[in-house]
């Protein structure tokens, strides 16, 4: 069984002196060597005091988003090398509120997996569907259009740096979570979406990630399923007691 992965989404919460405070707690409970590989994506603003608590830990830095452009006149945007600087080895792309509040498409995904991938970040490249989406049977169009989108003119080797997060929509922040079937059915179609473009041996490479309402309580059951290979947990995130429950599931 590959390594399980582990990853905390703060979004836009924690001031510094809370991130540093929590991550504190985080590389005292994992400082001996774990068979998890532990990610956490704390505000732009936390990113390098936090960097500096976990230097030479066990815990890896994420980034929320990113631009597509190297440098330039972009107010209020963040560039690749600046993450990469500020110590990040993730970046989460095409985050469902990403594509909802700031109206993300498959072009600027696309183009701000290539620039992470330019600067050794390996994207977390969220998909998933909305509620209307699934009730009507559209879940395998809408998550399919969006890998292709999302991955268009990527090679072998970017593709398995990849790691992909299946994020239902209607799941995330909701208390809902999808039964471990229908996660499974999801990563399994993912599963073989990629290995159309790619091969099944590339494919099988691929972790894929669980996103929406993870919690202590249903980890477990969801990384029974074979083709989940980790979650991206948003609010249990928050609180330590609860992310190192999940952690250690």
């Not at 809370?18 to 060597?33: G, H, I, W």
């Not at 991938?117 to 209307?132: H, Q, T």
């Not at 041996?201 to 074979?226: A, C, F, H, R, W």
Request: charged share 25%.
């Amino acid at each position: 069984m590959a390594t399980p992965f582990i990853a905390g989404n703060w979004k836009m919460y924690k001031t510094v002196g809370e991130a540093v405070d929590l991550v504190r707690q985080l590389r005292k409970e994992f400082s001996k060597p774990v068979d998890r590989d532990i990610v956490i994506a704390p505000p732009f603003t936390a990113l390098y005091p936090v960097a500096k608590v976990l230097k030479d830990s066990k815990i890896h830095l994420c980034a929320q988003n990113l631009h597509w452009k190297e440098e330039g006149a972009y107010t209020g945007e963040i560039s690749a090398g600046m993450l990469a600087d500020a110590g990040c080895k993730y970046v989460i792309i095409g985050h469902s509120e990403r594509r909802k509040f700031f109206n993300e498409d498959g072009l600027k995904i696309n183009r701000k997996i290539k620039t992470a991938l330019k600067f050794d970040l390996r994207p977390i490249f969220c998909v998933g569907e909305n509620l209307s989406e699934r009730e009507s049977g559209r879940t395998f169009i809408v998550v399919e259009k969006q890998i292709e989108e999302g991955l268009i003119n990527l090679s072998s080797d970017d593709i398995e740096k990849v790691i992909i997060a299946y994020e239902p929509v209607w799941a995330i922040g909701t208390g809902k979570t999808a039964t471990p079937d229908q996660a499974e059915e999801a990563h399994r179609f993912i599963r073989n979406v990629t290995a159309r473009s790619y091969g099944e041996e590339t494919s099988g490479k691929i972790v894929i990630l669980y996103g929406g309402s993870v919690n202590p309580e249903n980890i477990g059951n969801l990384m029974d399923q074979p083709d989940i290979g980790g979650v991206l947990v948003g609010g249990a995130s928050l609180d330590v007691e609860t992310f190192i429950k999940i952690v250690k599931f």
